[in-house]
T-cell receptor, first 115, second 111 residues
């Protein structure tokens, strides 16, 4: 199988605080995971590629100091939104790629609301 | 620039109709193409994966085709049902590292 678990599913935080989102591959190892952001009624925009044991690769325009990514094991990647502001409110989704029939598998997403 | 486009942006049909959703991409050198379904406020559910060496994939009432030379893929939904209502996303990986998403097609099937 190919299951990706993402937690929490939703979180509300105060402006200025940090929030950590976890993404786990449950039944396979993922050397690479991906973090996406989705605004209402829009498609997914790739934020960064998370590489196990090395630094993440960020897409143009994504602040790496604001969106900290850690991929310390083959089954876990975390995204930390630091010093969150209301404009960071969005839907964040992670995914992992598995060669073969599964392709990319996505987590269930995290709805972040910064108040 | 590698881009993925989907048409139509929205579609509303009565139950029972056969549907075709279109996806086009700008670079024929793709690794694979994947169709997803997204329900409101939810994550993505993979529907069909077509690898670059394949021309189509089928799962139940769904059939997806791939024509690399013309940069197009279609998702065919047979005998649509209200439960098919969702946003359908086409995504292309031009290499093994990145998945580029289309703009999506919002489908509503009414009884």
């Amino acid at each position: 199988g190919a299951v990706v678990s993402q937690h929490p599913s939703w979180v509300i935080c105060k402006s200025g605080t940090s929030v950590k989102i976890e993404c786990r591959s449950l039944d396979f190892q993922a050397t690479t995971m991906f973090w996406y952001r989705q605004f209402p009624k829009q498609s997914l925009m790739l934020m960064a590629t998370s590489n196990e044991g090395s630094k993440a690769t960020y897409e143009q325009g994504v602040e790496k100091d604001k969106f900290l990514i850690n991929h310390a094991s083959l089954t876990l990647s975390t995204l930390t939104v630091t010093s969150a502001h209301p404009e960071d409110s969005s839907f964040y989704i992670c995914s992992a790629f598995q060669t073969g029939i599964y392709g990319y598998t996505f987590g269930s997403g995290t709805r972040l609301t910064v108040v | 620039k590698q881009e993925v486009t989907q048409i139509p942006a929205a579609l509303s049909v009565p139950e029972g109709e056969n549907l075709v959703l279109n996806c086009s991409f700008t670079d024929s050198a793709i690794y694979n193409l994947q169709w997803f379904r997204q329900d409101p406020g939810k994550g993505l559910t993979s529907l069909l994966l077509i690898q670059s060496s394949q021309r189509e994939q089928t799962s139940g009432r769904l059939n997806a085709s791939l024509d690399k030379s013309s940069g197009r893929s279609t998702l065919y939904i047979a005998a649509s049902q209200p439960g098919d209502s969702a946003t359908y996303l086409c995504a292309v990986s031009f290499n093994t590292d990145k998945l580029i998403f289309g703009t999506g097609t919002r489908l509503q099937v009414f009884p």
